[in-house]
């Protein structure tokens, strides 16, 4: 576990799923961890789990208006991570309308654009952006065509931003099938039945948790020689 001592970490999407688990792991790190999401509820549920230095604010990071508010509030930080998600477009081509499309794009490409622009102004500048992508942009998975555009931009804007923004280092983490309470509303049998079908077709032969996405988040944060990086942990989906 790398020593973060002092150093300030937002989480834009960290009341639930990955998102929590990097503000626990980085909280027990030492650093200074805010939360932030839509619900509030969520969030005090979220806050309780952390043990050490955390915080947590609301937020709706497809609101530019939302977000500067957050920032002043928050006041600067070393490290920003977006793990928030968002309304996803599934199905084939056929199924998926323009509408839902820019939806999808709106909320999370385009909210995650808006979440470094209101950073920025707060960010240390030697400090870092971490942001979450998806496998169904780093490999042809069928019905995923929507996920793999959102989720495509997101990777491509932060290579190039790694450029604009130096010596603020800009790093992608591209997880693929993660256990994670976003599966949760499925039944049970319908999750189980997914979960073993895509992880027949995995290297390592399952799916994944979300600690092991956190060691690859904790690693771009932590490692100030790491910038412009794409990181997959998918079990060997590519």
């Given at each position: 576990?790398?020593?973060?001592?002092?150093?300030?970490?937002l989480?834009?999407?960290?009341?639930?799923g990955?998102?929590?688990?990097?503000?626990?792991?980085?909280?027990?790190?030492?650093?200074e961890?805010?939360?932030?999401?839509?619900?509030?509820?969520?969030?005090d549920?979220?806050?309780?789990?952390?043990?050490?230095?955390?915080?947590?604010y609301?937020?709706?990071?497809?609101?530019?208006?939302?977000?500067?508010?957050?920032?002043?509030?928050?006041?600067?930080?070393?490290?920003?991570?977006?793990?928030?998600?968002?309304?996803?477009a599934?199905?084939?081509i056929?199924?998926?309308?323009?509408?839902?499309?820019l939806?999808?794009?709106e909320?999370?490409?385009?909210?995650?654009?808006?979440?470094?622009?209101?950073?920025?102004?707060?960010?240390r500048k030697?400090?870092?952006i971490?942001?979450?992508?998806?496998?169904?942009?780093?490999?042809?998975?069928?019905?995923?065509?929507?996920l793999?555009?959102?989720?495509?931009?997101?990777?491509?804007?932060?290579?190039?931003?790694?450029?604009?923004?130096?010596?603020?280092?800009?790093?992608?983490?591209?997880p693929?099938l993660i256990?994670?309470?976003a599966?949760?509303?499925l039944?049970?049998?319908?999750?189980?039945?997914?979960f073993?079908?895509?992880?027949?077709?995995?290297?390592?032969?399952?799916?994944?948790?979300?600690?092991e996405?956190?060691d690859?988040?904790?690693?771009v944060?932590?490692?100030?020689?790491t910038?412009?990086?794409?990181?997959d942990?998918?079990?060997?989906?590519?």
């Amino acid at each position: 576990m790398k020593n973060l001592q002092q150093q300030r970490v937002l989480i834009i999407g960290g009341n639930t799923g990955m998102g929590l688990a990097t503000a626990q792991r980085l909280a027990l790190a030492g650093a200074e961890v805010i939360i932030a999401g839509r619900s509030q509820a969520k969030l005090d549920a979220a806050l309780a789990t952390i043990k050490g230095i955390a915080s947590a604010y609301t937020v709706d990071f497809s609101s530019e208006e939302s977000l500067q508010n957050l920032f002043a509030r928050v006041g600067h930080i070393d490290h920003l991570v977006v793990t928030a998600s968002s309304s996803a477009a599934w199905g084939s081509i056929r199924d998926i309308d323009g509408a839902a499309l820019l939806k999808a794009f709106e909320q999370k490409a385009v909210g995650y654009w808006r979440s470094i622009r209101a950073a920025l102004p707060m960010l240390r500048k030697d400090g870092s952006i971490t942001l979450l992508s998806g496998a169904a942009s780093r490999t042809a998975i069928a019905n995923t065509a929507g996920l793999a555009a959102v989720n495509g931009a997101i990777t491509q804007m932060a290579q190039t931003l790694s450029h604009e923004l130096a010596p603020l280092r800009v790093n992608v983490i591209s997880p693929g099938l993660i256990d994670t309470p976003a599966y949760d509303d499925l039944p049970a049998d319908a999750k189980a039945g997914l979960f073993a079908d895509i992880a027949k077709n995995l290297l390592v032969g399952r799916t994944g948790h979300s600690d092991e996405v956190v060691d690859a988040i904790e690693f771009v944060i932590s490692n100030g020689f790491t910038t412009n990086a794409l990181i997959d942990v998918d079990g060997g989906a590519r």
